[in-house]
């Protein structure tokens, strides 16, 4: 799923973020937004 994909991507290819998240100090979520719903999923 391309939501997973670009998190790990962030993860991996971001040194700042991986340590931030190592650290605690942020969390990385993934949202699917519903074109005909218009919700967040």
Not at 5 to 30: A, F, M, P, Y
């Amino acid at each position: 799923m391309n939501v997973i994909n670009t998190i790990d991507i962030n993860r991996t290819q971001s040194e700042i973020i991986c340590e931030l998240e190592v650290n605690q100090e942020i969390k990385i979520v993934g949202a699917i937004y519903d074109m005909d719903s218009g919700k967040v999923i």
